[in-house]
């Protein structure tokens, strides 16, 4: 596979663009890529074109798109993840390696046991930094359409949007300690379903957040008979989901 690059503005056939000042360092410094190396240049909204570098200046580097792909490496599940803020390197490793196992979409939720609370300055901050390890992570792994991150929210409001009316078919997991259903024991989701996975933080929910989740019509679910920390959960449980129902 090329080197791959985003470019989030329309792309055409024939078109010359100018990488970002990042995709420039990356692409000239780390790289090394010269004049006429092949890479792959996409924007998130899917398939990718082939293209290769045109011209290499030391305020500029363009490259000329060649052909378009329509390339599709998205899993069959649409997997929503809605995760516990927990601290800065836990939380970028976790929404990482979600992307590289094929997640759809990606909550951040606020609860009683969360380390982390953010202003909405720092908030906004931290969003756009995640936004950030969602296209080197696409970039790295192939896929051409980029998963929605939302902005933080306490666990009950995202809660009160999934006690509204969803569809027959949708999947709504909680993964606790106190469960003693497996993924094993569940029958595969339809192909239409959207899963939705919640994670708590370092501590874990307390009592009154798990009732309430379950209220809110979550099935309880373990994986094994270990206890996993809060940057193993989601993981492992989008993995065997995957290996289960998925592409694995």
Not at 132 to 159: D, F, H, T
Request: include cysteine.
């Amino acid at each position: 596979m090329h080197a791959r690059f985003y470019h989030p503005e329309e792309i055409t056939l024939g078109k010359i663009i100018e990488l970002s000042a990042e995709n420039k360092h990356h692409a000239t410094r780390v790289l090394r890529l010269k004049n006429g190396n092949p890479i792959t240049i996409f924007n998130g909204l899917g398939g990718e074109f082939s293209a290769h570098i045109e011209a290499i200046s030391k305020s500029s580097t363009t490259v000329l798109i060649d052909a378009y792909h329509n390339t599709d490496r998205e899993s069959p599940l649409s997997i929503e993840l809605a995760q516990a803020i927990c601290i800065n390197e836990k939380m970028d490793w976790i929404i990482q390696k979600s992307i590289e196992l094929g997640i759809t979409r990606i909550q951040p939720v606020l609860t009683a046991r969360s380390i982390v609370h953010l202003s909405d300055e720092r908030s906004s901050k931290r969003l756009q930094h995640w936004k950030k390890i969602i296209i080197s992570a696409c970039e790295q792994c192939g896929r051409n359409y980029l998963p929605q991150i939302l902005p933080l929210i306490p666990l009950a409001e995202w809660l009160s949007q999934k006690k509204t009316p969803h569809r027959a078919n949708d999947v709504h997991l909680m993964l606790s300690t106190k469960a003693t259903n497996d993924l094993k024991s569940m029958s595969k989701p339809p192909g239409d379903a959207n899963i939705a996975l919640v994670i708590g933080p370092e501590g874990g929910f307390t009592a009154e957040e798990e009732t309430a989740i379950l209220y809110s019509g979550f099935i309880p679910l373990r994986l094994g008979k270990r206890i996993l920390r809060t940057e193993s959960a989601a993981l492992a449980t989008i993995a065997a989901m995957q290996a289960l129902w998925g592409d694995y």
